[in-house]
Nanobody, 127 residues
Framework: QVQLQESGGGSVQAGGSLRLSCAGF????????MGWFRQAPGQEREGVSG???????SYADSVIGRFTISRDKAKNTLYLQMNNLKPEDTAVYYC?????????????????????WGQGTQVTVSA
């Protein structure tokens, strides 16, 4: 069983930065990929970025050049550095972990790639 705990959310003005962290507990060292998703009010949860054990990464078009995903395997921690934040980035951000190698090899921003989810952390960007 894998448990995930996000932190680092908050409120910033447009153009500001935040770094989200996701600490993994339990059997998190057995995961094949980890990712970040977000969900704004009234919208579906969307994949923001993902990284797999072969260091493959994927980003949503809307965050390319602004967000960077990274992983510290020794600390079992996933990060999302978010720069030049925009009001449309406002959402609850969720960390997720996947265990299936075949799925994690390619579909890093699909919800069904992931088996475990954190509780989410709120990011609010004001204009």
């Amino acid at each position: 069983q894998v448990q995930l705990q996000e932190s680092g959310g908050g409120s910033v003005q447009a153009g500001g930065s935040l770094r989200l962290s996701c600490a993994g507990f339990g059997a998190s060292d057995g995961t094949s990929c980890m990712g970040w998703f977000r969900q704004a009010p009234g919208q579906e949860r969307e994949g923001v970025s993902g990284i797999n054990r072969w260091n493959g990464v994927s980003y949503a078009d809307s965050v390319i050049g602004r967000f960077t995903i990274s992983r510290d395997k020794a600390k079992n921690t996933l990060y999302l550095q978010m720069n030049n934040l925009k009001p449309e980035d406002t959402a609850v951000y969720y960390c997720a972990a996947g265990v299936e190698q075949l799925q994690c090899a390619g579909a890093l921003r699909r919800r069904d790639t992931y088996n475990y989810w954190g509780q989410g952390t709120q990011v609010t960007v004001s204009a």
